[in-house]
């Protein structure tokens, strides 16, 4: 079994669906190159968990959180893509709560703190094996009109081999 778990904030899906039409359309010079991701396989990734046993669920005590998506990226780095991505952010005036939420849910895990910065996105290609995409240069402008309102984090298994690549395993409401 190649499952492993991960929470995550995902979309709604008509802002999914215009996210990777937007994505496709300026990554569209390298597309060939790249494996995108469905439009319902987007996500905003919490915390990985990677193989591991379905862990007990925290409470989280936030409200939801108002999101919009912003700026386009890869990691490492645009030369050297392994993750091609769409920057999220909370709506100006927010007070960093989605960096707290996924602090607070890896405080809840009884994981430590993450060492590296919270850098939200969502992938939405990688690399096909033995190419090296050149991003456009405006695809680090991507934006995106509209926000969306997290209601719930979910607990999500991966299998990078079976479709539907992800399968959902429970919900936690953000009710403050």
Avoid: I
């Amino acid at each position: 079994m190649n499952a492993r778990l991960f929470f995550a904030l995902q979309p709604p899906p008509e802002l999914a669906r215009r996210l990777h039409a937007r994505g496709a359309e300026l990554l569209a010079p390298c597309a060939q190159d790249l494996r995108f991701y469905a439009a319902e396989e987007l996500h905003l990734t919490l915390v990985f968990l990677g193989a591991s046993p379905v862990p007990r669920l925290p409470r989280l005590e936030l409200e939801p959180l108002e999101l919009e998506l912003t700026g386009g990226g890869a990691f490492p780095d645009p030369v050297h893509p392994r993750a091609v991505w769409a920057g999220a952010r909370e709506v100006p005036g927010a007070g960093g709560r989605l960096a707290e939420l996924a602090a607070r849910l890896r405080a809840g895990l009884g994981l430590p703190a993450e060492e590296q910065p919270f850098r939200p996105h969502l992938t939405l290609a990688r690399p096909r094996p033995g190419t090296q995409p050149r991003l456009p240069a405006g695809f680090a402008a991507l934006e995106l009109p509209g926000t969306w309102l997290a209601r719930e984090v979910r607990l999500f298994e991966s299998r990078p081999d079976e479709r539907p690549r992800y399968r959902v395993l429970a919900q936690l409401a953000l009710e403050g």
